[in-house]
């Protein structure tokens, strides 16, 4: 395990206009966890599938005009990193010359009317545009908003998530976990340089969290282009996409989801023993 800032990925939030559509085919299509279940907001629909070493949160906001128009939904948006413990890691990038903004924490009222903090929230300025914005999300073990149990520390959760998905085999496609991040840069030399000095590592691609990499390359947008999946057995993978009209592009070593269940987002697959060039 590489000593970080930050302990991983706390979850990767998609944009899009349809949020129950999205949730459906991760939760019932495919079989993967609930996380945290379709909820309908004044100011979002949103739910979490989970992956086990992340979530992925699907969010469907009343108003997108904080989006840049050259990026219609569905959108990979956003990738909340966990942090240590904030004030060190907030200290911690500051050091390795990352700039970030001012923690902002979200509250409300429990069950007893005390409050409570629900999660706070610091932007990693360097690394993030309006296209694609990468924070740092510090839960609160008593949150009264979330609906896993109170008390846990983000760990304990991690770990539940993940029995929950091995305790599920995976769901239908034997998922492993996020295994990779494709993004495009307009300034791949600088972002290659802040991305490793995040991840406090000389890689490329770029080692993100213990089991999670992620891959630049240029592009005329920032923008999060993919998101890979290990799973257990491609060819098992393959065939339950087949038999059920999912299956986009098929390569030998890698499967694509169906961009027309996907809305056009790219979720790549691949054997969680195989090695990417």
């Known amino acids: 395990m590489t000593k970080r800032a930050y302990r991983g990925i706390d979850h990767v939030v998609i944009r899009t206009g349809d949020a129950a559509q999205l ?10 966890p609930v996380t945290w279940p ?7 629909t949103f739910g979490w599938i989970g992956l086990g070493n992340t979530n992925l949160e699907i969010w469907a906001a009343t108003d997108n005009s904080d989006l840049p128009s050259d990026c ?3 959108l990979f948006h956003q990738i909340a990193l966990e942090p240590a413990g904030l004030s060190q890691t907030l200290a911690r990038l500051k050091v390795l010359g990352l700039s970030c903004k001012t923690p902002r924490a979200h509250a ?17 300025l360097d690394l993030s545009t309006d296209s694609c914005c990468v924070f740092l999300c510090d839960w609160g073990t008593h949150a009264p908003i979330v609906p896993w149990r109170k008390g846990l520390s983000t760990p304990e ?5 993940r029995d929950n998905l091995d305790a599920c085999g995976g769901g239908h496609l ?15 030399a600088g972002a290659l340089d802040r991305w490793q000095r995040l991840a406090e590592s000389s890689a490329d691609p770029v080692a993100i969290a213990d089991d999670v990499e992620l891959r630049l390359s ?3 947008q920032d923008l999060i282009q993919s998101l890979t999946f290990a799973v257990h057995d491609l060819a098992d993978a393959r065939r339950f996409l087949a038999r ?8 030998a070593d890698e499967v694509v989801l169906s961009r027309r269940a996907t809305g056009g987002l790219t979720f790549r697959l691949v054997e969680a023993s195989a090695k990417r060039g």
């Open 72 to 74: 219609p939904l569905p």
């Open 108 to 124: 409300s009222k429990d069950e007893r009317g005390e409050v409570r903090t629900n999660f706070t929230n610091s932007t990693v």
């Open 218 to 220: 240029a592009g005329t």
């Open 23 to 32: 949730y459906e085919l991760f939760s019932e299509h495919l079989g993967l």
């Open 244 to 251: 059920h009209d999912l299956l986009d592009e098929d390569e």
């Open 38 to 44: 379709l909820e309908v907001a004044s100011f979002a």
């Open 174 to 188: 034997g998922l492993v976990g996020l295994k990779e991040l494709a993004i495009s840069s307009t300034d791949l």
């Open 157 to 161: 959760r991690r770990d539940l998530e």
